[in-house]
Nanobody
Framework: QVQLVESGGGLVQPGGSLRLSCAAS????????MGWYRQAPGKERELVAT???????NYAEFVKGRFTISRDNAKNTVILAMNSLKPEDTAVYYC??????????????WGQGTQVTVSS
């Protein structure tokens, strides 16, 4: 009943920018954290950035100073603004959310992924 819908991926030249958006829909009691992970071919999925409801952001070292994560709590939406993109940023980007949908506890949810390709 919970779905994470991602948008904003695509092809961009090195040094360019993309804006990824993810909205969590469904019955949600609490939204504790949302963020983005990515996975390149042959590599493990890795954290890009997360943000909690109080607004505490956590960034992977390789994106600090280039990416900015933000959220709209009313819409259960997380945004990743990506600037100064590099070819090594090419990956499938997955939206992540830690949500409470009932009284049994929290669960982690994942989007289907959106492709980001950085190439000249």
């Amino acid at each position: 009943q919970v779905q994470l819908v991602e948008s904003g991926g695509g092809l961009v030249q090195p040094g360019g920018s993309l804006r990824l958006s993810c909205a969590a829909s469904g019955r949600i009691f609490n939204n504790y954290a949302m963020g983005w992970y990515r996975q390149a071919p042959g590599k493990e999925r890795e954290l890009v950035a997360t943000i909690t409801i109080p607004g505490t952001a956590n960034y992977a070292e390789f994106v600090k100073g280039r990416f900015t994560i933000s959220r709209d709590n009313a819409k259960n939406t997380v945004i990743l603004a990506m600037n100064s993109l590099k070819p090594e940023d090419t990956a499938v980007y997955y939206c992540y959310a830690r949500l409470r949908i009932d009284f049994s506890g929290t669960n982690d949810y994942w989007g289907q992924g959106t492709q980001v390709t950085v190439s000249s």
